[in-house]
């Protein structure tokens, strides 16, 4: 026994090399935060090669000048200093720009992120590769641009937004750079030169759908197959070019219209009396209002999603700012209500983000980006401008005043958290998969709430068992990619501190349907309903160590005294995991790598050796000791436990006898869940219904077969259920309460 002990130390403390070793090579650096520690810590050769020291430009401005022999040879900032740069993580993505004298970038380094790229199994060498893809950028051919064209590098496919994100800023940046400095001839703006609009708010009129569109208050695109396909051949792209849109050259591709409801007339007309009533309701002081409307094959909405529900095909682009719209700030509005209108297929309301910087009367874009997949990870992307002006009849023009203007002037930005569409058309999308599921999760529900019927026919319950678990491994997880985590509870945790909004977790429907079973079946059956059924990990571990005792490997009874001991380590894990999340959720999901599920399930064993190794590491101890995970190190498995406490019903029957003197069902329970005396631990129980089994059969249970022996002496027919009826065999008592001994 005490060498038994020792072995299982030595395994632990290799464990724990392993895991440190693990994390040493996961960590994030901490990035500086301002231009100064960055430059202190870049040497100036590493951008440019002739230069021989960093010297700050002065006068406040968060620059720093390249010198060779006291010539200005380049100019060095980070993005965060003139625009903002909010990713998913909603903390600024940074970036160190270098321009040289000239305006064209020389270089670009990223500096430090919060984005979770690592989810979605995108090395961050990816965007490193990306961001450097700028070098040689004309900043001039930039500012002509006004910010809005697409990267003028290949976009990383799965990251869309977190590159549109960082894209912006650096154009936009060293534009502004540029101008500051007076490099490739742009120069500050001039508010002498700035002429004064202002809205006339008209409620006087409902117009129908040809006068709005013949005075310009609506304004359309429209584009065709052949238009579409002739764009990406003068783009030049022969991979685009190889792949063009099928169909006749004539037919429509999209037909997208557009209106500014700052004028409530135009608003009204549009959206009718009852949803132009909810519109004023809705709208906040300083935010404005689009209608966004279309059909055609293409959507402007899209129908891809990255969590948080940027809409990532269309955005607003006025004096070179980019205004990009989040789901929390749309609606979906059935038709439009002026006479006349056609019957368009997308009709989006949508209103800026709070803190945008946006003046109405003011000209603006409307950029549509129609994007060609030209392989499997890569995209490119043409923008169309819908220019857009208030008609006359509703503007104010006045002679240009001077208007005190800083010198840089940084516009908040949107709070982006992840790309592309609204959570009603990905879960229309998703319909067939939320059907299964759905299915799976009633089926498995019937089978808990009639387990005493079911767990009588052994044979039925196991191939039942093993069934599921399949289903669950690959359909759930591989196939689904739908493995719960506890990064979930994490995100979840920090949204109930900060800004909650149920949009962002219903953007995956799979991950929301399962965690909604999860909460109710916490009330029902605690962690058991998910640990031990839903989970695809879960299935991973149980299904080879079946493959491990069929083939003779030797199963590991762990000493009681020992087990129990190890217990705590998963509580430890996850209690620390949410700790950290409260300083640093980035930081929390990275050392949530202590979650083999990313690798395993969702990116399928396809990640570097030292993921790998970790992995196959808790594989293989699962193969001797089963769910050896799921024991001892799970924290999301802990963090369901904790509210499992709270389970309402006790479905799990036991024999007055359990643990004394039997001792069969502590013996065969998977996870050790039952103690010596025969108490089944609720926060351990991963409710596979083994001991269940045990409890009717009347081959294996020493009460059924004592009680069988008993109960036929006067009733030759008697079942397996003579133990169950007979109070004298079966006394109900809580789960995980002691019971008194006689």
């Not at 958290?417 to 599921?437: F, T, V």
């Not at 999901?589 to 969702?602: C, D, K």
């Not at 389970?647 to 502590?666: T, V």
């Not at 219904?689 to 069988?708: E, F, G, R, S, T």
């Amino acid at each position: 026994m005490i060498k038994f002990a020792l072995g299982i130390r030595q395994f632990l403390a290799g464990f724990a090399v392993l895991w440190t070793c693990f994390l040493l090579n996961s960590l994030p650096v901490q990035a500086a935060e301002t231009i100064r520690d960055v430059i202190e810590n870049t040497p100036v050769a590493s951008f440019y090669p002739e230069a021989d020291e960093w010297e700050s430009l002065g006068n406040g401005q968060p620059i720093y000048v390249a010198k060779k022999q006291n010539k200005s040879i380049g100019y060095a900032f980070l993005n965060t200093d003139f625009v903002g740069a909010v990713g998913y993580s909603g903390k600024p993505i940074v970036v160190l720009i270098a321009l040289d004298t000239d305006g064209s970038i020389v270089n670009a380094k990223l500096v430090h992120h919060a984005e979770p790229i690592i989810l979605s199994g995108i090395p961050e060498q990816k965007i490193i590769d990306f961001i450097e893809g700028y070098k040689g950028t004309d900043i001039l051919t930039v500012a002509r641009e006004k910010g809005g064209e697409p990267p003028p590098v290949d976009i990383v496919s799965g990251a869309t937004v977190t590159v549109m994100v960082i894209d912006d800023s650096i154009k936009r940046a060293s534009v502004r750079v540029a101008k500051l400095l007076g490099l490739a001839g742009l120069k500050p703006d001039d508010p002498t030169t700035r002429v004064q609009r202002s809205l006339i708010l008209k409620d006087e009129t409902v117009y129908d759908w040809d006068t709005l569109v013949g005075n310009g208050a609506v304004r359309r695109l429209h584009l065709s197959l052949g238009d579409i396909n002739k764009a990406f051949e003068e783009q030049g792209n022969p991979k685009a070019i190889a792949k063009p849109e099928k169909g006749d050259p004539q037919e429509t591709y999209i037909d997208l219209y557009v209106a500014s409801l700052a004028i409530p007339e135009v608003a009204r007309s549009l959206l009718g009396d009852n949803e132009y009533r909810n519109y004023q309701k809705r709208l906040k002081e300083g935010q404005s209002a689009f209608l966004v409307m279309g059909l055609g094959q293409y959507s402007f909405r899209g129908s891809g999603y990255v969590r948080g529900g940027i809409f990532d095909r269309f955005q607003v682009v006025q004096d070179g700012e980019t205004v990009r719209f989040i789901d929390r700030f749309y609606k979906n509005i059935g038709r439009v209500e002026a006479d006349n209108a056609p019957d368009l297929k997308e009709v989006g309301l949508f209103y800026t983000p709070p803190d945008t910087v946006f003046e109405p009367a003011d000209p603006w874009q409307l950029q549509l980006l129609v994007q060609r997949a030209i392989g499997a990870l890569e995209k490119v992307f043409i923008a169309f401008d819908v220019s857009y002006q208030l008609p006359d009849a509703y503007v104010k023009v006045e002679a240009p005043t001077v208007v005190a203007q800083p010198a840089v002037s940084v516009r908040s930005r949107e709070e982006v958290e992840a790309a592309n569409a609204l959570w009603q058309r990905i879960w229309m999308q998703k319909l067939p998969e939320i059907g299964i599921l759905v299915g799976a999760i009633a089926l498995l529900t019937i089978v808990f709430f009639v387990q005493n019927q079911i767990v009588r026919r052994t044979i039925l319950t196991d191939r039942f068992r093993i069934a599921f678990l399949l289903f669950t491994l690959f359909w759930i997880g591989f196939y689904a990619q739908a493995q719960l985590s506890v990064v979930n509870v994490l995100v979840f945790a920090n949204a109930l501190l900060t800004d909650f909004q149920w949009q962002f977790f219903l953007m995956e429907p799979l991950i929301f349907i399962l965690w909604c079973s999860v909460a109710v079946s916490l009330l029902f059956w605690g962690r058991g309903a998910f640990c031990g059924w839903l989970c695809p990990f879960g299935a991973l571990q149980e299904l080879l160590n079946k493959v491990a005792r069929r083939i003779g490997i030797k199963q590991i009874t762990v000493p009681w005294w020992l087990h129990e001991r190890l217990w705590p380590i998963k509580y430890l894990a996850f209690l620390g995991l949410l700790g950290i999340s409260v300083y640093s959720l980035h930081l929390a999901e990275t050392l949530s790598e202590i979650e083999p599920f990313r690798t395993s399930i969702v990116l399928r064993f396809m990640r570097g050796w030292p993921y790998l190794l970790f992995v196959f590491s808790l594989l293989a101890a699962g193969l001797f000791i089963e769910r050896f995970y799921c024991r001892y190190l799970c924290p999301l498995g802990a963090a369901l436990a904790i509210p499992g406490k709270l389970a309402m019903f006790n479905w799990l029957k036991r024999y007055r006898n359990c643990g004394d003197p039997c001792q069969k069902c502590a013996q065969d329970c998977m996870v050790q869940a039952i103690d010596p005396q025969g108490n089944i631990n609720p926060n351990e129980c991963l409710y596979c219904l083994n001991c269940q089994q045990l409890y009717y059969d009347k081959d294996v249970c020493p009460v059924v077969i004592h009680a069988l022996a008993k109960a036929r002496k006067s009733e030759p027919k008697a079942d397996a259920t003579a133990a169950d009826k007979d109070s004298e065999y079966r006394r109900p008592r809580r789960l995980n309460q002691p019971r008194s001994y006689e």
